[in-house]
């Protein structure tokens, strides 16, 4: 794997300077000091650039423990026994149901459900781990939003 994480990681790397650099054309607030909307593309700038760092460090790693030639054949489609497609289309599937709750219920109370769900669906069966991630993800996140960032994440039209 280490050739293709390097070529990954170079790839998306190169994407994400681009995207960045589109980026800084974006107009900028200056009514307040307080981050808003135009913040969050360099946030996603540097956290991918550091995601697709990770990427190549790894496949550099991995070409160390290996003679190089292994990790150029190509794996077989059965190599990876945890792929399930009907995983996969839940969870596309729980994502367009999460878009819709969205809308009537808000963030508030959609996403500890669907992130409870994801997990599920993903494979994660620890009632203690479900529960405490499903509750402490969406209000780290609530109140990131809220209070740092100052944007009003959706409400919903029954709460609304």
């Known amino acids: 794997m280490g050739p293709r994480n390097i070529v990954g990681g170079v790839v998306i790397f190169g994407l994400t300077l681009y995207y960045g650099g589109l980026a800084t054309l974006l107009p900028k607030r200056t009514t307040t000091d307080a981050p808003g909307p135009h913040f969050f593309p360099y946030l996603i700038t540097i956290s991918i650039l550091a995601l697709s760092a990770m990427l190549i460090f790894q496949g550099v790693r991995g070409l160390k423990g290996s003679n190089g030639l292994a990790d150029l054949r190509p794996e077989r489609p059965s190599s990876n026994e945890n ?29 500890p459900v669907f992130f409870g769900a994801l997990m599920w669906v993903t494979g994660e069966r620890r009632p203690l781990v479900l529960l405490g991630l499903a509750i402490a993800v969406p ?16 409400r919903g039209s029954y709460f609304g």
């Open 83 to 111: 792929f399930s497609i009907a995983r996969a289309a839940a969870g596309l599937l729980l994502t367009g149901l999460y878009f819709f709750a969205l809308s009537l219920f808000g963030f508030f109370w959609s996403t």
């Open 139 to 154: 209000m780290f996140l609530f109140f990131l939003f809220r209070d740092l960032f100052q944007l009003p994440l959706p």
